[in-house]
């Protein structure tokens, strides 16, 4: 949508932020307010003959829409005041801790999973670079009928048969290099998603 | 200063308060989609509201039964979401009027108890 990535950066930053502050509400609910205030944007954009570049007609219509923490406020207290605690103080104290709670999970499952990704990525990127130097020490080993072994970095001699070719090698090395950027860039987003509900 | 503030805080307030109907108001008129009725309140009522808190106040209306939306398909971009009024809307609606009819008179009562005194 945007060919500057100063702009693609602020778009992606604010409707983080709405996610965000929408986070207590419903998956639903939010995908949709988002989707409507996204096509809101992208009318002004078009609509608004606004000066300026990209950055600076986005950064205009972001402003006319306004701080999310603001307007979508209204709406975070309807949804507590429309679900109100059964048990009082008790039962919203543990609403409150039960959200966190699964807002933590789960970050915490999604970092271990991105953590994993990218280590999985690393291993096979170093294994299949190593092999196209080292063949005859480092790759996909077949030791016997029904015995694999993956020998990352070759430092002895390895025994049985080299199962990677060249070709495999090297697809197999952009197939671990593509999972680490993936990784990355969902680990990026993670983090920002963070600052923005903490800002 | 403090008074400006609080001029400045007060009215954001008295507007936020009618611009659930302002909108129906408008939604009772004819359909409108979010930017077209953004414009739509800027041109006819002059209210200077973020558009965000237009769609705050839309959600919550489409929560309370009171608007309903459609999609239409644009030739140009992408489909555009109509929002309406629906019967439970409408006579919302009516009863608002009535509430807001009896704040403006009790308003204007208030306003004219001291230049009566005056008098």
Redesign the interface.
């Known amino acids: 949508m945007f060919k500057d990535a100063r702009a693609r950066r602020s778009w992606n930053l604010y409707f983080l932020r709405a996610e965000a502050v929408l986070s207590p509400l419903s998956t639903s609910v939010r995908r949709e307010l988002i989707d409507d205030l996204k096509a809101h944007v992208r009318d002004i954009l078009a609509n608004e003959k606004t000066a300026g570049d990209e950055v600076a007609r986005l950064a205009a219509a972001l402003e006319r829409v306004g701080n999310p923490r603001e307007f979508l406020a209204p709406l975070l207290a309807d949804a507590v005041f429309r679900a109100p605690p059964q048990h009082g103080s008790f039962g919203m104290a543990y609403r409150t801790l039960s959200l966190t709670a699964a807002r933590g999970t789960s970050y915490l499952l999604r970092t271990l999973g991105l953590v994993l990704a990218a280590a999985a990525g690393f291993v096979v990127t170093l294994a299949a670079l190593n092999s196209l130097f080292r063949p005859d020490r480092a790759g996909l080993f077949l030791l016997d009928s029904d015995t694999y072994q993956l020998r990352i970095l070759g430092l002895s001699a390895g025994t049985g048969e080299q199962l990677l070719s060249s070709w495999m090698a090297v697809v197999l090395m952009a197939a671990g290099i593509a999972l680490i950027a993936w990784t990355v860039r969902r680990a990026r987003r993670m983090l920002m998603a963070l600052i923005a509900s903490a800002s | 200063m403090a008074q400006d503030e609080f001029l400045s805080n007060w009215g954001s307030q008295a507007r936020k308060g009618s611009l659930e109907l302002i909108v129906m108001a408008s939604l009772a008129e004819k359909e409108f989609?979010?930017?077209e009725l953004?414009e739509h309140l800027k041109a006819r009522c002059g209210l200077t509201v973020?558009?965000?808190?237009l769609?705050?106040?839309?959600?919550?209306l489409k929560?309370e039964g009171f608007v309903r939306h459609r999609w239409e398909h644009t030739e140009t971009?992408?489909a555009?979401?109509y929002y309406s009024l629906t019967k439970t809307g409408q006579s919302a609606l009516e009863g608002m009027r009535v509430v807001w009819a009896d704040i403006a008179r009790a308003v204007e009562r208030a306003k004219n108890a001291k230049e009566r005194r005056d008098v």
């Open positions: 989609y979010g930017y953004v973020s558009d965000g808190t769609y705050a106040i839309l959600l919550r929560n971009g992408p555009r979401k």
